[in-house]
């Protein structure tokens, strides 16, 4: 069976996300759905103040809100790796990672349309059988953006994410603030 998945670099989960999930859902109806949830080697810095569980554990709140299947979606770490950008070692971290988890490649890799597919030729290159799919988001948020309502206390992007807001436990914030607040 072929996996779609998405790679989430997730400081802050959103509901912009969920146009993503809700998309490899319906492109996979009867398939299960991985979501990497990334920088899991990183913790306490500004990108990713928060470890991968906390964001995994975020993530799932905003998709039981939404009533999303749970039990079509596996949530698993991906590392990040010390080379900026789009590089063979990210992709290729990447597909280990999912093979690691779901024993194949997947079949096709879901992208915001905030990012151009050339972003992606090398991925591609690397793994030819890889459909590629923008998802446009629908909802223009972001996890920087997020973070910069929790530091900013700024009353429209906290208006902006009252949503997500509800759903981040008061510790969490707090945690995300202190690490961020000189950024």
């Known amino acids: 069976m072929d996996y779609p998945f ?17 998309r490899m859902l319906t492109d996979y109806p009867q398939a299960q759905v991985l979501i990497l949830v990334g920088s899991a080697n990183l913790v306490g810095v500004p990108s990713a103040p928060l470890s991968w569980l906390a ?5 799932v709140r905003l998709l039981v809100a939404h009533e999303f299947p749970l039990a079509r979606l596996v949530l698993a770490p991906v590392a990040d790796v010390a080379e900026a950008g789009f ?5 290729q971290q990447l597909m280990g ?11 096709a890799y879901y992208f915001g349309d905030d990012y151009q597919l050339t972003d992606f030729t090398l991925l591609v290159s690397l793994y030819p059988h890889l459909k590629l799919e ?11 953006e997020l973070r910069q309502a929790l530091v900013s206390q700024d009353p429209l992007l906290l208006d902006k994410y009252q949503e997500e807001l509800a759903l981040y436990p008061h510790p969490v ?8 607040q000189d950024v």
């Open 134 to 144: 923008p998802v446009h988001r629908l909802i223009p948020k972001s996890g920087t």
């Open 87 to 91: 590089c063979a070692s990210w992709f």
């Open 173 to 180: 914030q707090a945690e995300i603030r202190a690490i961020c």
């Open 55 to 59: 964001r995994r554990d975020l993530l």
């Open 97 to 107: 990672a999912a093979v690691g988890v779901m024993g194949t490649l997947p079949a």
């Open 6 to 22: 998405a790679v989430m670099r997730l400081g802050a989960p959103h509901t912009g996300h969920l146009t993503l999930v809700d």
